[in-house]
């Protein structure tokens, strides 16, 4: 039980070795910190960290010894080494975090002590810290606060080896000591003011993420069709939007070369910084949507036709795009606006523009070329007075073309590598919605109509109770934009005549016989649409981490703003501040009071030694101090000695005390004993009271003694 | 021990920290004499968290905003949780302990838990340290603390310590304990120099010396405690009778263990023979008196007269250690003049 040394010999607190159990749980928090790291960490740092956390654990077992100071170093040296040349100086957030993984899986061999404890508790601490700029979902945020709960029991069981109670009471310690403190959590989670950045801090992932991109070569689409995972989330203030008007622009591709789409225009300076992660608060208007963009690297937000910004962190661009003023690396909120009506038809097209949209290689894909100049004459024949109903007329022969003839909406499109829109036009007649959207766009530009391919998604499914729609990666979609002379750009699908399931209820259904949908992906809920309990699991583990994301993980600085302004008395940021202030203050206040009242209520159990310590007193007050270590009798007769007329009583209190400490419990009459000293104790005052009046003297320094005696 | 924390601290903080907790046997820990500070790990973590919080205000990350209030929160509930393990409980000093200068001397305490158990207490006196794990509320355990002594006399540690870190060591909280009752600790045994001429080497100087050679020994019959050394061994393989060699008859005045039959030495010189002669004279239950300049022990026999003599040995020339009784706190000051010196035994106040 108890443990003997020198201190002087061993100046660390624990001795020499750790104990089991503390490093037990400590390897199992840092288990649990690096699931959420798995997908950015490289493998064989995985493996690594797994082997020396392993090595460590049968060193505790004395299975093996830990490596010497030569050993180890040897074994840093290396795989520092490794990690360097793995990361070949690119530095991004993401090998930042992955060398702190690093350097906790070396931290492992040198955890002797208790310092190396706290080292490695510091160093979890923040590991917990990383995860959450990266993962913000509510599996995640309690996987990481389970984690820290692992790690303070860890502490726990550093400093008392010997838990009493076992492992039940320290978690039990534990969890009331959260329960205790949450509520001043909560109120400061609400209160304290969210504030702009200190300093700029990028936190640009090396690694790409899964989503659409600026570029587009026939098949990029495709194989984004095969990821499940969420673009986005919207929710509508009026009714949703029917399933074949949700097209989700994001930008605009306008140069073809070599058989890539590309955009121009766009390389305007990014300075480092972070967007408004919580734009537009408030309820929702009729018309308004809120979007919840995962992170994309990018600048660019995903808006419904027409549509105009309601929050302050998307600027609309002159071609009707959203953009952020920096990229999102986290997710984020913004809000939107449909409006009534889009009638851009009074815009003109600028001659350098018309230029931009009528732009093509100088060769290539000739049979495609002379199809435009086919459907060019054939229209111009219709309508030779007015250019833009030719150009009508081209584009809806070139869609008839495309529902009349065997053209096929497929996931599998096979290779073509030379003048690729001549072999889709007219060899292959296979092909997903990125090579219908590119080849149109080729054949209108060839015609003379200029027009450009869109990006974004088409569709999105309701999410649980048909509150917000999840709008997926297999959503991303392309179409074609082309501008008619006094209607403006106007949008034409090709993928809607060649497949209208694709854009009436989605790529599901467009890829049913050929059973393609998400052949590759196993794992993902989607996949398994047809199983009623997976669908609804998911969709509402999906509403659970909507609300989370918009409530908890979204609140900063215009919800919060938001909020205060429905509270009443206007609170700015200076007085959130002093609300913060105040709410550290009352909650360590509070807590105190309540500590020292617990402590109060402590000291009043034992009735007899608050009226013993009201007789010391009295003994003080008519001149007999009490000594130390003096028995009531002895006191007592001292007091008789010096005040002959309390003798009686102050013997017969002494005796009584005596008696109460000496009897055995069972007889005791407590309460009634109590009583009997209290009123010997008044007596002996009252006694006390009437000699002083008698006998000036001794009351003189305290002449209100008889009133205070209580 | 005091030492070490005379050199730590300014006279002032000690001053304060005597006045605030005064000398008693009994102790019990309140808000008055708990101290509760941020261990180095405590003041790191503090750190972290500042790191964690401009983290998340760069990142506005809300989550990590959530992380730091609620491992803050923590913070401060731990150091209400780590107060409570200490307040309430009660430090009685049951025995001050004896020995032998240069021994470490047991203080025994008990601790009795108040409301709240008391988990991972760490008792010391600067160079010794005890760690019980639990006192369960209201109840109590016992500790034994060694203290090391020097020097003959009266030991009163300066203070004894009591720290705990639990639950979390991020912070330790902390009182002490001024022991009124001293330990005694008598005159470390030196062999006395009569004893020493006879033989080469003092240690073995019971064992090895040969009764035989000596006529003045007296035989008497073995009896339980006597040293198998002292048996003759020989005599028993002759008749097989244990008989023991009693020394008592070898000296000049056999009853009497005189603190001036050593002309021209030193004071405690003189004690520690004594005490060597006690010892060995309680050891073969021997009769004897002791003469002490000022104090006369008669002649008896018996471990309760061994122990007499010695404590009357350590305790010669000695004040008892004294400070003012149960005083209650701030009502009185120290003049640095008649403060009471924790070291010096003795300047009653």
Redesign the interface.
Known sequence: ????????NEPD?QGGSLSSLALLWLIASFALLLTPQLDRLPVWLILVCVALAGWRWLAQQGRVRLPGRWLRTGIMLALVAVYLVQVQGSFTVDTAASFFVLAVGLKWLETRT??DF?VLF?IL??L??VN??FH?EIHW?LI??GA?ALL?IG??V???????GGMKAGWR??GI??L???P??VL??VF?P??A???S?P?VSGQARTGISDTMRPGDISSLAQSSERAFRVTFGGSMPEYRDRYWRGLILDTLDDGTWRQSGYDRYQAPG?V??DGGAGELKPREYDVLMEPTDQRWAFSLEGSVAVSNNVVKQPDELFRFRRPAD?SVRYRLARERANEPGAALLLPVDARRYLQLPSEGNPRARALAGELRRASDEISAADSSAGDIEVVRKLLTRFREQPYFYTLRPPKMPDDGIDSLLFDEKRGFCAHYAGATTFVLRSAGIPARVVVGYQGGESGAGNEYLIVRQYDAHAWVEAWIEGRGWIRIDPTAAIAPDRIESGLREAVAEEGSFLENNWTSPQRYGDVAIIQWASLHLDRINYQWQRW??????QSQMDLMSRLPGGFGMRELGYLTAGIVGA??LI?GLI??L??RR??RRDGYQRVLGAWHKLCGRAGV??????TPTALASRLAVAEPAVADSARLFARMVNSHYYRPPSARDDAGDLTRLRRLLATMKRQLRRTGKKRFGIFRSEPHSGKHSD | MSKQIRSRWPTWVRNWINRRIPRSDVQLLTQRNLFILPTAAGVVFGMLLLIMLITAINYQNSLIYLLTFLLGAVLVGAMHQTHRNLSDLELTLVQAGEGFAGDDILFRLRATAGRDDAIALTFSDGDFSVRVNHVPAGQSTDIALPVPSAFRGYLRPDRIRIETRFPFGLLKAWSWMRPVSAGLVFPRPIAAPEVISAVDDGDQTASSRSPEGNDHAELRPWREGDMSQRVMWKRYARSGQMVVADWEADKGSPHWLDFDAFPGTDHELRLSYLSWLVLERGENNARFGLNLPGQIIVPESGPAHTSRCLKALATWGEKKPRETVAQPHGTRRYSPSDKPSDATPGAPV
């Open positions: 039980m108890r443990l003997l040394r020198r201190a002087k607190k208790a310092r706290y510091y601490v923040y917990a810290t959450f700029l913000q945020a990481n606060i820290i303070l502490l726990q550093l400093n008392a080896p010997e838990l009493p310690r534990l000591m959260l205790k403190v949450l001043v959590v400061l989670f304290f969210r504030m950045p200190l300093w801090v936190l972070r408004n992660v986290s908890v993980v979204g609140y900063q600085g909650g360590l807590a500590s020292a617990q402590i402590g000291e101090p009490v000594r130390h270590g003096e």
